[in-house]
C-alpha cells in the first residue's frame, strides 16, 4: 500500500505563499525604493513554494495571520542558492 505524500503547503501551520506578477514585482520595488537583491531569499527548493513552479528571481508573497497585527505580509525573492 503506498502512502499518501505529506503536502506541507496545505498544512494549517504554513502560511500562504504567492508568486507576484512581474508588475507587482515592479511596484513593490519602486514602493521600497530598493532592488531585487535587496529582498530576503526563498530557496525554489522550499516545500512550500513547490507548487508554484517559481524560478529564481520570481518573487513569493508570504501572508501570516497575526494575533496582534491581523495580517502580517512578506516578501521573499526566489533563490537557486
Not at 15 to 40: C, M
Amino acid at each position: 500500500m503506498k502512502k499518501p505524500k505529506f503536502k506541507v503547503d496545505k498544512h494549517i501551520l504554513t502560511p500562504k505563499h504567492i508568486k507576484i506578477s512581474e508588475r507587482e514585482k515592479l511596484q513593490l520595488l519602486e514602493k521600497y525604493n530598493i532592488t531585487s537583491k535587496e529582498l530576503p531569499k526563498i530557496l525554489k527548493t522550499d516545500s512550500a513554494i513547490k507548487e508554484l513552479e517559481a524560478k529564481p528571481g520570481d518573487v513569493i508573497k508570504i501572508i501570516r495571520k497575526s494575533p496582534t497585527a491581523g495580517v502580517s505580509l512578506f516578501y521573499r525573492m526566489v533563490s537557486d542558492v
